[in-house]
């Protein structure tokens, strides 16, 4: 089956918009594994919008399925990593402007700034994963400099208008993921994605798992943390092509 990481980053942007103790991003884990969750995913911006170091220290502590922490490549948040150890660390681009993370990391164009980040990683023990677009070059890229796993970025699919815009978006995550299952790379996919427009993509042959946080948070204020995990799993699981699958 395809795994569900619950993205938790912006139960913390509700708590910094306060500069308060709640609510708790480690409670929020808890109950996003009650409710199925098979990961926890929480992003180490530089400027600490919303999770704060303690957060990850607190949540290595607790989570007992799989930590993935986002992270962009600089020293300073590598050597968090390093010490905390999550199982998996996803490099991922990162802009202080941006509102969200905007498109995949360009490992064609920072190959020289990428490479030593993931030869730290992996010297400890950390699985890594690389949050990229849906293109060959990236795709290649990525398998020569190491990386166990890459995350396609699916903003593009979700935001696209109109059933050809969304046919053609949907066509290059499944060319870029029969390329990345072919070179021995796992598939993770990410952004955007919502209750309803995970239909299709979950249909996508060799996806191994699914991050997603904006929706199911959102939903999680409306009908708590653990109801909003439950029912994206149902959904996954409805539209999934083949239950026996594992």
Do not use: C
């Amino acid at each position: 089956m395809i795994r569900l990481g619950v993205n938790i980053d912006h139960v913390a942007t509700i708590r910094q918009a306060r500069k308060a103790h709640e609510p708790d991003p480690v409670a929020a884990a808890v109950l996003a594994t009650l409710g199925g969750a098979d990961g926890i995913t929480i992003h180490l911006r530089e400027d600490r919008r919303h999770i704060q170091d303690r957060d990850v220290y607190r949540l290595r502590d607790t989570v007992r399925t799989r930590l993935n922490l986002e992270l962009a490549a600089y020293p300073e948040i590598i050597a968090i990593a390093l010490k905390v150890k999550p199982d998996e660390a996803t490099l991922v681009p990162e802009k202080r402007q941006e509102l969200t993370t905007e498109g995949g990391l360009d490992v064609v164009a920072n190959e020289v700034a990428v490479r030593p980040a993931i030869d730290q990683l992996k010297a400890v023990g950390i699985h890594v994963s690389l949050f990229i677009d849906p293109d060959e070059a990236q795709v290649e890229v990525s398998k020569r400099l190491g990386a166990d796993a890459i995350e396609f970025q699916t903003a593009s699919y979700s935001e696209a208008i109109g059933t050809m815009a969304i046919e053609q978006e949907l066509a290059k995550l499944r060319k870029a993921s029969a390329q990345a299952v072919a070179l021995g790379l796992h598939v993770h996919m990410g952004h955007g994605l919502n209750y309803w427009n995970i239909q299709p993509i979950v249909r996508i042959p060799d996806l191994a798992e699914l991050n997603i946080g904006h929706s199911i948070v959102s939903r999680a204020v409306l009908v708590g943390m653990e109801r909003a995990v439950r029912e994206m799993k149902q959904a996954m699981q409805e539209h999934y092509p083949n239950p026996k699958r594992s």
